[in-house]
């Protein structure tokens, strides 16, 4: 029995969830043997139907709204098509980004399709050595990002800061095998980095701000503490502050941790 979702809010229309990592949305083609999605999960947990808004891809943990009426879908998904929802991900990558930059790149949802824009913003937040050579580098870098897709392409952030040479740790189809080996073998990590911490929009229903946040999972957490560590205290990674701010999860904007 899997443990019982986190609900970060609710009102009578919608309900937002923290998505672990590695759980599918729904039942997919792709994987027909998997019996456990986040869908059929919260309907167990609430006991009613819930209507889907926006995906999550299945390594990404974080945010996920859902409606609770057909109604309340439909006002929710206009936002969506509109863009007026803004989403904040957290992401570690390798090497040091610049402090900020945007990624204007356009991609194909599949092989052979046409392209279409895409936009990526970043800020970064933290950065990190891991005296462990990688490549012709002695030392590994990674760096703490907060993320702003413009767009909602597939795959979009990973595809985006593949093709800057940032790629993200923990992303095996996308990223760089060096640099996940070492997350595997030095920090026991072996999911994708990336989590969609914040939304923000007008109440689908009567317009009021409303702003949703997932604070970083416990495994994540666990790693931003190793991180975010001195070489001294045995954690083997070292943290440069970019904000001048205590380590990488106090780096993390508008105290979500």
Known sequence: M????TILWRDARFVAVAKPAGLLMHRSPIAERVEDFLMQRLRDQ????????????????????FALDPEAARAACAHWEERTVEKSYLAVVRGWPAETGTIDYALAEEPGKPLQPAITHWRRLATAEIPVPVGRYA???????????ETGRLHQIRKHFHHVSHHLIGDTTHGDGRHNRLFRERFGCRRLLLHAWRL?????LDGTPLELIAPPDAELAQLFDALGGSPGNGSGAGLRQDQGLAGWQASIPYGCV
Do not use: F, K, M, N
């Open 139 to 149: 030392q590994a870098r990674c760096a703490l990002l907060e993320v702003r897709p």
């Open 46 to 65: 609430l006991r009613r139907h819930v209507y889907l808004i926006h995906r999550l891809d299945r390594p990404t943990s974080g945010v996920v709204l």
């Open 200 to 204: 923000a929009l007008p109440h689908p």
């Open 2 to 5: 899997p443990p019982p979702l």
